[in-house]
T-cell receptor, first 109, second 115 residues
Framework: GQNIDQPTEMTATEGAIVQINCTYQ??????LFWYQQHAGEAPTFLSY??LDGLEEKGRFSSFLSRSKGYSYLLLKELQMKDSASYLC??????????WGAGTKLIIKP | TAGITQAPTSQILAAGRSMTLRCTQD?????MYWYRQDLGLGLRLIHY???????GKGEVPDGYSVSRANTDDFPLTLASAVPSQTSVYFC??????????????FGPGTRLTVL
């Protein structure tokens, strides 16, 4: 079967750095997405990786290792507004997204 | 532009009743999707449409039907609602023609409670 694993919840301090891991086992691989979802709102796109390595976008970076079935989202200089759930999703061989359950990130002052 | 709109925002529905959740996008995206999101679970795909006039079944299609008469609209119908269909429903769209990236854009969601 297809499976995306990520931690249920993480806590970090304002101004610090946090890394949210995602491991996956899917039928094929056509890219990995990270989305941010604030409570009660829709998911919004953060990043996309299809080749191994690091993609940097401002305070957010995403890393991919296809051989290990592994990705992480790195958030730097954490702000209170970064409190949200972070969703990892893999596009499979049918070009459909398989979603993890999400990681709820709590930022403390 | 509005992006994707969904209606209603929330609804309480008696079991056995039918209901249609509406979704409209103004981005001229070819592909549209319906997901349900339940606590502790990832988004699960109900139905999708790669282009107007075509639809396909996702991971959890039972009890739901869709139609895609035009590019902009993608309604989701529950023929006879059951309590297990209580969930938050998100509509999304994407444009595969924009290249390999083609992320999905989401509507604000419909919170449905079936009693």
């Amino acid at each position: 079967g297809q499976n995306i694993d990520q931690p249920t919840e993480m806590t970090a301090t304002e101004g610090a750095i946090v890394q949210i891991n995602c491991t996956y086992q899917t039928s094929g691989f056509n890219g990995l997405f990270w989305y941010q979802q604030h409570a009660g709102e829709a998911p919004t796109f953060l990043s996309y990786n299809v080749l191994d390595g690091l993609e940097e976008k401002g305070r957010f970076s995403s890393f991919l290792s296809r051989s290990k079935g592994y990705s992480y989202l790195l958030l730097k200089e954490l702000q209170m507004k970064d409190s949200a759930s972070y969703l990892c999703a893999v596009r499979d061989s049918n070009y459909q997204l398989i979603w993890g359950a999400g990681t709820k990130l709590i930022i403390k002052p | 532009t509005a992006g994707i709109t969904q209606a209603p925002t929330s609804q309480i529905l008696a079991a056995g009743r039918s209901m249609t959740l509406r979704c409209t996008q103004d981005m001229r995206h070819n592909a549209m999707y319906w997901y349900r999101q339940d606590l502790g679970l990832g988004l699960r795909l109900i139905h999708y449409s790669n282009t107007a006039g075509t639809t396909g079944k996702g991971e959890v299609p039972d009890g739901y039907s869709v139609s895609r008469a035009n590019t902009d609209d993608f309604p989701l119908t529950l023929a006879s609602a059951v309590p297990s269909q209580t969930s938050v429903y998100f509509c999304a769209s994407s444009d595969p023609g924009t290249g390999d990236h083609s992320e999905q854009f989401f509507g604000p969601g419909t919170r449905l409670t079936v009693l």
